[in-house]
């Protein structure tokens, strides 16, 4: 198992940034990638990015916003999401997920592991 928590959410105003954190912590399992969704009510997950943890290679959606950032800590096990000039589009609960994958990586089903969620809204 991987465990994975999320922090960094809140209520925040339009045209500021955010960091998001995701803790990993396992005791058996070093997965290949850690990646962020995001998901409105009704929608399906969104991928928004994901790093992989060795080589610390990114990848965002095709459609790349050059507002989201993900990086990675490696001796503090942690992954974070940057999002620069919030809108208020960008409200949504965000998750962390892990895949043990090496390809694709773009779509929830490719993840096996997930976190609660840390829930952003963006005020205007």
């Known amino acids: 198992q991987v465990q994975l928590v999320e922090s960094g959410g809140g209520l925040v105003q339009a045209g500021t940034s955010l960091r998001l954190s995701c803790a990993a912590s396992s005791e058996t399992i070093t997965p290949y990638a850690v990646g962020w969704f995001r998901q409105i009510p009704g929608k399906r997950r969104e991928f928004v990015a994901t790093v992989e943890l060795r080589s610390g290679r990114t990848y965002y959606p095709d459609a790349e916003d050059a507002r989201i950032t993900i990086s990675r800590d490696s001796a503090k096990n942690t992954m974070y999401l940057q999002i620069t000039d919030l809108k208020p589009e960008d409200t949504a609960v965000y998750f962390c997920?892990?895949?043990?994958?090496?390809?694709?990586?773009?779509?929830?089903?490719?993840?096996?592991?997930w976190g609660q969620g840390t829930q952003v809204t963006v005020s205007s």
């Open positions: 997920a892990a895949t043990k994958r090496t390809w694709g990586m773009r779509i929830a089903s490719d993840y096996d592991y």
